[in-house]
């Protein structure tokens, strides 16, 4: 089925009729032209609505029905870049009609007007059809840095007065700011647009007193929650929290700081579908992976840098043991001991102190002696075949419980009709 475009009158209007180079020779439009000119448009606007909704809905395929909006979405924004190279503005303000005006710039912004309408009656009725990574109209991009510089020092003084810091903030407003540019090598589509906006208006929002559910402070969690994922604010953080972890004393302290950043960042919310950029990695997945990969190396260089001895023992009759000899491996064990800590069933705070209880008394699957170190960094370094190995033990124990829970059943029952019959006779 052929694509018809309804918008073949304006575009005529738009780009023969109306382009300057036609109306070189005239000294000025005529108010009779103008009216006539504009209830033309009026005219035209009306019967597009109307072709626009009974062609749509008289495709029987989406695909088509997509195809036939996306064509229209894209001719108004070439319309309306086309009309803004007329009027060539110097800011926003051009755009809005005054009474001065001469009749042929009346004109050109009632084109603007009546396309808005048109986009904004598409974005309303074909939502599930509008394409989000069209590039936004030059006007609407005018629009939008007018108000969004307009909107900054406001913003700017709140987060201040909050006690956030300056330089994010600073690094951050100078990041909207350059998204929003026109030589922008990122340019502006309507999906950029929308988070832009949602950001903007999530930051006037922002509550400093508001205790953040995080260890980071209110500007810092919102980006993060929000996934401003732009380079500076991802080196802001690593910057900010490699600070921290090199002013530690000992390898044991740093590795705790990053264990503690990376459980911070892991269990942060990002909002589904949001980002500054979204060719780029989350601000979580690359601050976690990165701590993850510092992490691993400290505690290799640690385990490097300790020889732990051996301790030859006689064997001992099997009554005459001594501690708990397990099945499990140093690291399914430190997995199981993590599970229970994150499930509640394990109330103790120091980790470290339960690390060193279970090495004097616990043997490994080698029956070794259980360097508590070892234990330590295995809870924080875990591998999906360790996980796969303790989940179907696990399961192995939940699967005797059930056959126990089936067995008291049975026996129960049993002795339920040993008395009944008793009692019969």
Not at 41 to 66: C, D, M, P, S, V
Not at 147 to 157: D, E, F, L, N, T
Not at 302 to 313: E, N, R
Request: net charge positive; hydrophobic share 40%; aromatic share 8%.
């Amino acid at each position: 089925m052929p694509l018809t475009y309804e918008l073949e009158s304006l575009d005529d209007l738009i780009c023969n009729t109306l382009h300057p180079k036609k109306l070189l020779l005239e000294q000025s439009i005529s108010d009779q032209q103008f009216e006539n000119w504009n209830k033309l448009l009026f005219q035209e606007k009306e019967l597009i609505r109307k072709q626009l909704k009974k062609t749509t809905y008289g495709f029987a395929k989406e695909n088509h029905r997509r195809l036939y909006i996306q064509q229209h979405q894209s001719g108004i924004i070439r319309l309306k870049n086309q009309l803004v190279d007329f009027l060539m503005p110097k800011d926003a303000s051009v755009f809005a009609e005054h009474k001065d005006d001469a009749n042929l710039a009346r004109i050109y912004k009632r084109c603007l007007v009546t396309l808005k309408e048109l986009m904004e009656f598409i974005q309303e009725e074909f939502r599930c059809y509008f394409c989000e990574e069209q590039l936004i109209p030059s006007n609407k991009l005018l629009l939008i840095q007018g108000q969004v510089k307009a909107r900054i020092p406001k913003i700017s003084k709140s987060l201040i007065s909050s006690e956030q810091d300056t330089v994010l903030i600073s690094s951050m407003f100078e990041t909207i700011v350059r998204h929003l540019s026109f030589d922008s090598t990122k340019k502006v589509t309507y999906k950029k647009f929308q988070y832009l906006k949602y950001l903007m208006a999530a930051l006037e929002k922002m509550n400093s007193d508001e205790l953040p559910a995080c260890h980071y402070s209110s500007l810092p969690a919102l980006l993060i929650h929000l996934n401003f994922n732009a380079t500076v604010f991802k080196n802001y953080m690593v910057k900010l929290m490699h600070a921290e972890i090199n002013a530690c004393a000992n390898i044991e302290d740093k590795i705790e700081t990053i264990s503690f950043h990376h459980k911070e960042l892991s269990q942060m919310t990002v909002k589904p579908g949001m980002a500054l950029s979204p060719s780029l990695p989350s601000v979580q997945l690359d601050l976690v992976t990165w701590l993850f990969t510092e992490m691993a190396h400290l505690e290799k260089k640690q385990t490097l840098c300790l020889v732990a001895p051996i301790h030859f023992k006689d064997a001992v009759e099997q009554d005459k043991e001594k501690g708990i000899y397990s099945s499990l491996t140093v690291e399914e064990l430190a997995l199981f001991v993590k599970v229970q800590k994150e499930t509640g069933l394990l109330k103790n705070k120091n980790m470290k102190q339960v690390a060193r209880n279970i090495a004097k008394d616990w043997h490994s699957k080698q029956k070794d002696n259980i360097s508590w170190q070892h234990l330590y960094n295995s809870m924080s370094t875990i591998d999906v075949g360790t996980i796969n190995n303790l989940d179907s033990k696990l399961m192995d124990m939940v699967n005797l419980l059930r056959k126990m829970k089936q067995g008291l059943k049975i026996l129960l029952a049993f002795a339920f009709n040993m008395d009944f019959v008793c009692l019969e006779l």
